[in-house]
């Protein structure tokens, strides 16, 4: 079946360092592949998506490319805030399916 | 501010009783998504509905329903509530049900079972 694998946490990383939040998938075909971001007490926010391989979804200097080759989604950040403290959420779309199949969701935590 | 509205933001209830989440989807969209999200089980999909009728299901129990109504709302009724319903329940919505569409999630409702 399908199936999304990602690094638990919790991340702690102190201000202005790298991130990376790995995410591999299990799939047939060509999912589509999303990112997205749970602040504190909130909902979740589309982050950034890529729709087919070596694609490369960005936005608000969070990046993560499509490797079909390695079937992953790694997410990376050159240099993390305070604010980007959230849980990160990894999720495919299958080919022929309908619902989003999530991760279990990293906790990243920058500190000062 | 996603555009996806969810009411109540908050419920407690007992073991037992029955509970009816409403879901707003974005203007324009067709497609209602409902998932929950729970501390052993992480983000599980319950149910799809497009343009009025059922979808897809999921990891739904029989205790639960849904639907969505002519003006695309959509309700989540769940019924004979136990402990373990305790959970944040999302309802997503997008524009048609491709798979390259984004699901846009409301804040959630927070159910608690006592």
């Known amino acids: 079946g399908n199936s999304v694998t990602q690094m638990e946490g919790p991340v702690t990383l102190s201000e202005e360092a790298f991130l990376t939040i790995n995410c591999t998938y299990t799939?047939?075909?060509?999912?589509?592949l999303f990112w997205y971001v749970q602040y504190p007490g909130e909902g979740l926010q589309l982050l950034l998506k890529?729709?087919?391989?070596?694609d490369k979804g960005s936005n608000k200097g969070f990046e993560a490319t499509y490797r079909k080759e390695t079937t992953s989604f790694h997410l990376e950040k050159g240099s993390v805030q305070v604010s980007d403290s959230a849980v990160y959420f990894c999720?495919?779309?299958?080919?022929?399916?309908?619902?989003?199949?999530f991760g279990k969701g990293t906790s990243l935590l920058v500190t000062p | 501010d996603s555009g996806v509205t969810q009411t109540p933001k908050h419920l407690i209830t007992a073991t037992g009783q029955r509970v009816t989440l409403r879901c707003s989807p974005r203007?324009?969209?067709?497609?209602v998504y409902w998932y929950q999200q729970s501390l052993d089980q992480g983000l599980q999909f319950l149910i799809q509905?497009?343009?009025?009728?059922?979808?897809a299901k999921g990891n739904i129990l029989e205790r639960f329903s849904a639907q969505q109504f002519p003006d695309l709302h959509s309700e989540l009724n769940l019924s004979s509530l136990e402990l373990g319903d305790s959970a944040l329940y999302f309802c997503?919505?997008?524009?048609?049900?491709?798979?390259?569409?984004?699901?846009?999630f409301g804040p959630g409702t927070r159910l608690l079972v006592l």
């Open positions: 509905y497009y343009n009025g009728e059922e979808r």
């Open positions: 890529a729709t087919k391989a070596d």
């Open positions: 999720a495919l779309r299958p080919n022929s399916g309908y619902a989003l199949n």
């Open positions: 203007s324009g969209d067709l497609s």
């Open positions: 799939a047939t075909g060509y999912p589509s």
């Open positions: 997503a919505s997008s524009v048609r049900d491709f798979r390259e569409e984004t699901q846009y």
